[in-house]
């Protein structure tokens, strides 16, 4: 279903959407009809049936992005379909001036588990005002969210300003080919937004609890200790690399990395496996081995830490190879200026003022930063990759209002 990078979506398209959507939207929307609510996509729920009826699992599309893509078209946004490997991505943009808002986020989704659903995982079934399905709440519901907001925002005519869309396949797998290179690409194009709100769930319980302005970096290393295998009564004649890992790991672990910062909890190493595989009790093995996690704040970076372990290691061991790989640099979003118009635009819509926080794992926004200021703010995550991962209705358009206020703040 997915029509490929260079292909336009197509007209077949508004007719193979109106089946599914048809049904969703006509009973829930009566209800909540109101005057300025003339825009089918003014509502999200319709979209975010459709887009959770594409079993859109990491690398697959399963026509998602063709979905959004018609929704978007339909108000006005011009569309490019950015293909790489095997990975659908989407930039879709309104208006030409500044400031250029962007919303970004991503239409895949984890698989559904082996965990028993009670609903089914790509069905988008509506039970008692509960929407269930697998990216209901991570994040096709957000994203469903982004369009019910331009679509109020637009009612009144073009935008002051800019807004756009940055939509990847690839969050939840390797994130090689996804938001990475469509910003490649939008700076290649002079795309790059003012300030990019990112739509992952980032509150606990209620809507309006928690901005994250920032994120941890991670980093894993996997470390061998070469040593001098022989027979455990001769150790004179042996070299034991159990001992010096052993040495290296206490010495990495004796102190902690900082103490945390204004915003940033501290850092933490952790040993995550030591592993000789030893099966006699009389040989001082050749080998000995350990991997390690370490999430840090925006005090370290990945390349400082690697040559921290690095020294360490050779004050304990002489042969020894250390396998890094930085799965994310940390970051920080100034809490200011356009945070505080965030905030302020959250706390209007909902009655709560935002908490800012940086915990959690690693998102999109880690790439995002080095390009320009991003946020995230989206729907409660209490259900996201679980079994039954779902989001009340109500929910769903409090977000819409909540990202509407924030086009009105961004763009007044
Ligand atoms: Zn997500």
Same mark, same amino acid.
């Given at each position: 279903m997915d029509p490929g990078p260079? =292909?336009?979506?197509?007209?077949?398209l508004a007719a193979s959407l109106a089946a599914p959507l048809a049904a969703p939207l006509a009973a829930p929307l009566a209800a909540h009809r109101?005057?300025? &609510?003339? !825009?089918?996509?003014?509502?999200p729920l319709g979209l975010a049936q459709a887009l959770i009826r594409?079993?859109?699992?990491?690398?697959?599309d399963a026509g998602a992005q063709a979905v959004l893509a018609a929704a978007l078209e339909h108000l006005g946004f011009t569309i490019t379909r950015l293909r790489f490997g095997a990975v659908a991505n989407l930039f879709a943009r309104i208006?030409?001036?500044?400031p250029h808002l962007c919303f970004a986020g991503h239409t895949d989704v984890v698989p559904p588990g082996a965990a028993p659903w009670?609903?089914?995982?790509?069905?988008g079934e509506l039970r008692q005002g509960v929407l269930y399905g697998?990216?209901?709440? =991570?994040?096709k519901g957000a994203i469903a969210a982004f369009v019910a907001a331009c679509a109020r925002h637009l009612h009144g005519g073009a935008p002051r300003g800019s807004i756009s869309l940055l939509i990847t396949g690839d969050e939840e797998g390797?994130?090689? !080919?996804?938001t990475t290179r469509v910003l490649d690409w939008m700076a290649a194009h002079g795309q790059i937004p003012d300030f990019c709100l990112v739509g992952?769930?980032?509150?606990?319980?209620?809507?309006?609890e928690v901005i994250k302005i920032g994120r941890r970096g991670s980093l894993n290393a996997r470390i061998t200790v070469h040593g001098t295998q022989g027979h455990s009564a001769y150790p004179q004649l042996a070299d034991n690399p159990v001992h010096r890992l052993v040495r290296a790991m206490a010495a990495l672990t004796?102190?902690? &990395? =900082?103490?945390?910062t204004d915003w940033f909890e501290p850092s933490s190493l952790q040993i995550t496996s030591l592993d000789?595989?030893?099966?006699?009790?009389?040989v001082i093995p050749a080998a000995a081995r350990a991997a390690l996690n370490i999430r840090f704040? !925006?005090?370290?970076s990945g390349a400082a830490l690697t040559g921290w372990l690095r020294a360490t290691l050779a004050q304990h061991a002489e042969r020894f190879d250390l396998d890094v790989a930085v799965s994310g640099e940390a970051f920080l979003t100034e809490p200011a200026g356009q945070v505080d118009t965030l905030a302020r635009a959250i706390a209007a819509a909902t009655g709560i003022t935002p908490r800012l926080e940086t915990g959690g794992g690693t998102s999109d926004a880690r790439f995002i930063a080095r390009y320009c200021p991003v946020a995230e703010f989206g729907l409660?995550?209490?259900?996201?990759?679980?079994? !039954?991962?779902h989001v009340p209705v109500a929910e769903l358009r409090q977000l819409a209002e909540i990202y509407q206020a924030v086009l009105g703040a961004f763009l007044p």
């Open positions: 260079t =292909d336009p979506v197509g007209d077949g109101t005057a300025h &609510l003339t !825009d089918p996509w003014a509502d594409c079993a859109s699992v990491t690398p697959e208006g030409t001036a500044g009670h609903a089914d995982p790509f069905g697998r990216g209901a709440c =991570d994040m390797p994130a090689l !080919d996804g992952e769930p980032t509150n606990p319980a209620r809507l309006g004796a102190a902690p &990395l =900082d103490a945390g000789v595989g030893n099966t006699a009790s009389n704040n !925006d005090r370290h409660v995550g209490a259900s996201m990759h679980q079994a !039954d991962e």
